[in-house]
């Protein structure tokens, strides 16, 4: 079994023949340590979408502001009204060419914005593009997985890139109607998008929905979000799809609802000290569910054997029971990026070695992963 197939035994319970980790390929800089580290088996992770959108009755204006930093405004025109949208831009010097966006002003400002919104989420035409993504799937061979991204699932995508958190909370207690009236559309669209999904060639379906209980209360996620994953999933899975989520940031005050999700994978799930909800917790809360973590690249400041001795403890308590892959999805420390990537490769190894050939039967080895 090559990378990919390895990591795609894990996030189907099955036994791997070798001990897959990953990282998102944009995060890996091209270097020699980036050579060692893949010989010693690290696999890619990339995505892409698997159909593109346009909106024919919208016009959109860009223009770069002058400043210290590079602002993008870009303004929506529409027979309904116009909105406008604030971009920073952030260009990584350790990742070649990767550039990340923050909104820093968000496109609702008022109630009547709502209906700008609404016209162009209802305006977009979304087309399949397989050949596309089965062109970027060959292209990355054995070397890792590509999933296909869906964008953030409606009360995400409102909050995070459309009115921002605050706003939305106000108007969710003011105008309740027209907020989720919105979401209403926003879900009905998105729900073609996950149909096209399920005809693709893609095996793991990424809702790339950045979850964190510092954002997104229980009382949101319950009403809004768990029953969005719950309406979406049986389609997935009727079709042979994995359905993984994108949960980075603090979980405790979501696990127990996270447990009701039909969901088949939770990703970039960050462990302590950055994250606030320890591995075994986790695993016994959402037994078959797989967790594929993001190791806290803040320990990479410890050093070399910190990293290491920290790997090894992890991979000890939990690789054997299943349904665990060890991840990075977040930017490394630039100062000592190298180092902490060979202390993991290291301890990769060391593990790989202690436990030997794995020749467990996958059904044994499913019943013990799911009994945690």
Not at 40 to 57: D, K, Y
Not at 76 to 89: A, I, N, Q
Not at 167 to 184: I, S, T
Not at 194 to 216: C, F, G, K, M, Q
Request: glycine share 8%; with cysteine.
């Amino acid at each position: 079994m090559g990378i990919r197939e390895n990591v795609l035994a894990i996030l189907q319970g099955v036994r791997p023949s070798h001990i897959p980790w990953t990282i998102y390929k944009v995060l890996l800089p091209r270097s020699d340590t980036e050579r060692s580290v893949r010989n010693a088996g690290l696999g890619l992770v990339s995505s892409v979408a698997i159909c593109h959108s346009r909106c024919p009755h919208v016009e959109v204006e860009e223009r770069w502001l002058q400043g210290d930093t590079p602002i993008l405004q870009r303004d929506y025109h529409t027979p309904v009204g116009s909105v406008s949208e604030r971009l920073r831009t952030d260009f990584s010097a350790l990742n070649e060419g990767y550039q990340s966006q923050w909104v820093v002003e968000y496109m609702v400002k008022s109630v009547h914005d709502y209906d700008v919104v609404r016209f162009m989420i209802g305006d977009a035409v979304y087309e399949p593009d397989y050949t596309g993504f089965l062109q970027t799937q060959e292209r990355m061979g054995q070397d890792g997985v590509l999933m296909a991204s869906m964008g953030r699932c409606p009360l995400q995508r409102l909050s995070i890139e459309f009115a921002g958190v605050e706003r939305l909370a106000y108007d969710l207690h003011d105008y309740p109607g027209v907020v989720e009236g919105l979401l209403g559309v926003m879900e009905e669209r998105q729900r073609e998008v996950y149909h096209l999904a399920a005809d693709s060639p893609a095996e793991l379906i990424w809702s790339p929905d950045n979850i964190s209980s510092s954002r997104t209360s229980a009382r949101w996620f319950e009403r809004y979000i768990l029953p969005f994953y719950n309406r979406q999933a049986p389609l997935l899975h009727e079709r042979g799809k994995l359905y993984v989520a994108h949960m980075d940031g603090p979980l405790r005050g979501l696990k127990d609802l996270i447990a009701r999700c039909d969901l088949d994978v939770i990703e970039a799930f960050t462990l302590p000290p950055m994250g606030d909800l320890p591995i075994e917790e986790a695993q016994a809360t959402w037994p078959g569910k797989t967790i594929w973590c993001n190791f806290p690249e803040s320990l990479f400041f410890e050093g070399h054997a910190a990293v290491l001795d920290q790997t090894l403890d992890l991979l000890r308590m939990t690789y054997e029971g299943g349904h665990f892959l060890l991840g990075l999805t977040e930017d490394m420390p630039e100062s000592c990026w190298r180092e902490g990537l060979l202390a993991m490769a290291e301890a990769v190894q060391r593990y790989q070695q202690e436990v030997g050939p794995w020749t467990i039967d996958n059904a044994s080895w499913r019943q013990s992963s799911t009994s945690l």
